[in-house]
């Protein structure tokens, strides 16, 4: 199976600061990646997919780029509704594979 | 608006059985393929079930394969997940999830809120 690794396990970012979220896959998943973002208590959202296009009504400080294995989600000037737990995913191959998630917490 | 809750979760014992059910509403279920993924205590999200829209295709992950059995009634606008043979790591929230209507597979774009279930004795 694909293995999704994501780093850093742990973000401290203050609010208004910029953070670089890492997801890398184990082999190619071309542009077939999506990020998630889940608060405590809450079911997962879907943010961006196909690596690139944000879900309706996202807001443009959530970005996301690359394709093949290595891929970044960047959020540009953190707000306070941003922490959280966030995943990749990819569907390019089956299973479908996440990415052990990166949690975004207040510095 | 467009929802999926799901239900029938709970405490079970090893060897046990229990049957899932999630409820779609606001849109019409038989447009899209779904799937299962579930999330054990504190840790990460484990995609296990995918079905077809029609139902004829299925995948499983390994560790849940000949034990459960994903299906759907479209009519009744109804996904469920029959898991027998439980076992303890199966503890974990299920979530159904909606596929954008794109690729097979694809992203998931709606998910239920989630049901617990327990496999202890």
């Known amino acids: ?107 | 608006q467009v929802q999926l809750v799901e239900s029938g979760g709970g405490l079970v014992k090893p060897g046990g059985s229990l049957r899932l059910s999630c409820a779609a509403s606001g849109f019409t279920l038989s447009d899209y393929y779904m799937t299962w993924i579930r999330q054990a205590p504190g840790k990460g999200l484990e995609w296990i079930a995918h079905i077809s829209s029609s139902g004829v295709s299925i995948h499983y992950r390994d560790s849940v394969k000949g034990r459960f059995t994903i299906s759907r009634d479209n009519a009744r606008n109804s996904l469920y997940l029959q898991m027998d043979s439980l076992r303890a790591e199966d503890t974990a929230t299920y979530f159904c999830a909606r596929e954008m209507e794109r690729l097979t597979p694809d992203a998931f774009d709606v998910w239920g809120q989630g049901t617990l279930v327990i496999v202890s004795s």
């Not at chain 1, 540009?76 to 995943?87: K, M, R, T």
Request: charged share 15%; glycine share 8%; net charge neutral.
């Open chain 1, 1 to 107: 199976e694909i293995v999704m690794t994501q780093s850093p396990a742990t973000l401290s970012v203050s609010p208004g600061e910029r953070a670089t979220l890492s997801c890398r896959a184990s082999e190619t998943v071309s542009s077939h990646l999506a990020w998630y973002q889940q608060k405590p208590g809450q079911a997962p959202r879907l943010l961006i997919y196909d690596a690139s296009t944000r879900a309706t009504g996202l807001p443009p400080r959530f970005s996301g780029s690359g394709s093949g294995t290595d891929f970044t989600l960047t959020i540009s000037s953190l707000q306070s509704e941003d922490f959280a737990v966030y995943y990749c995913q990819q569907y390019n191959k089956w299973p479908l594979t996440f990415g052990g998630g990166t949690k975004v917490e207040l510095k």
